[in-house]
């Protein structure tokens, strides 16, 4: 991407310099500059010294040094897609350092240069322009030719700057030094001039009669109109530095405004707005590439609940309703995992209902319909589920709520199947059949997690002389290669006669039968779930305190 913008960016530079129109490009001083330069129609960008040491807040004097210049620049380059010519002053050196110069300047993106015939450290040609001294002929011949076989790419320009004429040197002096300039492979000359009338570039431009593109800088001489240099046959103007001035006019006053008001009121309507620095930022572009691929990667993530039953040891409250709909804290319980799966990026949402299920709203999440879920157990409503499976994802009962953190555990991990495991809560409260975790090792509350897999799930104790690891809390993940085991393991149970009353543990028991490796991550307590009348009561004070 960036070397074909550099090619074409420097072959549009090569064109603008040989075009018959008179062609204009404007002064930019770092990244923001270079788009506002871009945005009002420029097809070209000068990096002029004089801006980016003022920019820096240092003299014109190669006191910014050339690395901090090209650092500068590259951020212009990256900032717009049009050409940038650097003001490289004197080259920043001998034929030696010009030729890394233009190696460097290739590399980043910038598409030609503009060396002056003076000595390192350069002043600007307005302060005592008549005092400076040239350099020598040869020797600035020699710069030019080190940098024109330094460049691999064929179309990148160099400028060669005449300053005959500031130092006080006549149209002979400028044309003897341009044409060996030219000849030494110079794809341009800058004749410049301190005169505040255009007389000097007009002789020279006449003198010279086209022998290789010319460029001007009417700074001084700015009153001149266009057309005089339209009909000189100049070929590109360099507006050199009005961004830089303008935006120090405007910075002068806003400063002195808020010092005066100490309040923003008088200035608020002048300015920028901070969405306009977003625009030129291209904030927009950020906010897209995000849903492209950070918010992507959890928009592919999906969560699928459970919520077919009506829920034993409820029935008052679930007489039209099912669980999943009964207000905890004066929010239904799936309004509450709605709102906690969006806070972990996970906008798809599955429900798999039953029992009520037209009383679910089905605006924010896909409703899949178990009709069977009068006789059928959980494994049936993951069947209806099936052709919603995503290769990400997060299953769990409709009717538990858990801390943030749990959540972000179980997206954490990178294995193929993850459950939670309680090893805290071991005792059940009524009404339910608490899904004991049987598993490799037990919870020894290490800092940095353990690597630990499930052996069995199972209601009653199923080890002899030994209690449970903890508590399966109803929610797994599922992820890449996981999703494949479920489906295959879903498929053989389904052949059984006895698959309408199984539930989740007949499944992760069958997927450990088949050798499918099923990560633990234990918890301590931090969630809960409704199985009764105490439940939602717990419930309601849980979600006050930790779940909102
Ligand atoms: C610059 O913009 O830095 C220039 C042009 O070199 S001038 O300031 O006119 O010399
Ligand atoms: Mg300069």
């Not at 380059?77 to 050409?83: G, L, W």
């Not at 100490?262 to 300015?271: G, R, S």
């Not at 991990?413 to 975790?437: F, H």
């Amino acid at each position: 991407m960036l070397l074909n913008q550099k090619k074409t960016n420097t072959s549009k530079l090569k064109a603008l310099l040989l075009s018959d129109n008179l062609e204009f490009i404007l002064e930019a001083h770092n990244g923001i500059s270079a788009r506002i330069a871009e945005e009002a129609g420029f097809s070209g960008i000068w990096a002029s010294g004089l801006a980016l040491s003022a920019q820096y807040g240092v003299r014109d004097n190669n006191e910014a040094s050339w690395t901090q210049v090209v650092d500068m620049v590259e951020f212009m380059v990256d900032a717009c897609n049009i050409p940038i010519l650097l003001d490289g002053d004197t080259g920043y050196g001998n034929f030696n350092n010009m030729r890394r110069l233009v190696r460097k300047l290739e590399q980043r993106g910038v598409s030609g240069v503009c060396i002056e015939d003076k000595l390192f450290p350069k002043t600007n040609s307005f302060i005592s322009g008549e005092k400076q001294e040239l350099a020598n002929i040869d020797e600035f011949c020699g710069k030019i030719a080190a940098g024109k076989d330094s460049q691999t790419d064929d179309d990148f320009c160099i400028v060669a700057r005449v300053e005959a004429y500031i130092a006080g040197w006549n149209t002979a002096e400028a044309l003897r030094r341009a044409e060996a300039y030219r000849k030494a492979g110079a794809d341009a000359i800058l004749i410049h001039s301190a005169h505040s009338e255009a007389d000097q570039i007009i002789e020279f431009a006449h003198e010279w009669a086209g022998r290789a593109p010319l460029v001007i800088v009417p700074t001084k001489y700015y009153s001149t109109p266009t057309k005089v240099f339209r009909d000189a046959k100049i070929n590109l103007v360099i507006w050199a530095n009005h961004l830089i001035r303008s935006s120090v006019t405007a910075m002068q006053d806003t400063a002195r405004k808020i010092q005066l008001k100490e309040n923003l009121v008088e200035v608020e309507d002048d300015i920028a707005t901070v969405k306009e620095i977003f625009r030129l930022q291209g904030a927009e572009e950020l906010q897209a590439a995000e849903k492209q691929y950070f918010l992507g990667t959890k928009r592919d993530l999906k969560a699928i609940l459970l919520a077919a039953a009506q829920g034993s040891g409820l029935e008052n409250l679930t007489a039209d309703r099912p669980k999943v709909m009964l207000p905890v804290n004066g929010k239904p319980l799936l309004g509450r995992l709605i709102d906690q799966f969006k806070k972990h990026g996970i906008d798809n949402l599955a429900v798999v209902g039953g029992y009520k299920h037209e009383t679910i709203p089905s605006k924010k999440i896909e409703l899949i319909v178990n009709d069977l879920h009068a006789t059928t157990g959980e494994l049936t409503s993951l069947l209806c589920a099936k052709k919603s499976f995503s290769d990400d994802m997060v299953l769990m009962y409709g009717d538990v709520l858990f801390r943030g953190y749990v959540l972000r555990s179980l997206l954490e991990s990178d294995r193929e199947i993850t459950i939670i495991v309680d090893s805290q809560m071991l005792e059940s409260s009524t009404n339910e059949t608490p899904d004991y975790a049987y598993c490799s090792g037990p919870d020894d509350r290490s800092l940095w997690g353990q690597d630990i897999l499930l052996q069995q799930i199972s209601e009653q104790s199923c080890r002899e002389n030994s209690s449970s690891d903890g508590r399966w809390i109803g929610m797994m993940r599922v992820h890449g290669e996981g999703r494949k085991w479920i489906e295959e393991a879903l498929d053989q149970l389904s052949e059984s006669k006895k698959f309408p009353s199984f539930d989740m543990k007949d499944l992760l028991n069958k997927l450990v039968l088949n050798g499918r490796p099923i990560r633990v991550i234990y918890i301590h307590g931090h969630w809960i779930n409704v199985n009764s009348l105490h439940d939602l009561e717990r419930a309601s004070e849980f979600a006050a305190n930790h779940a909102k």
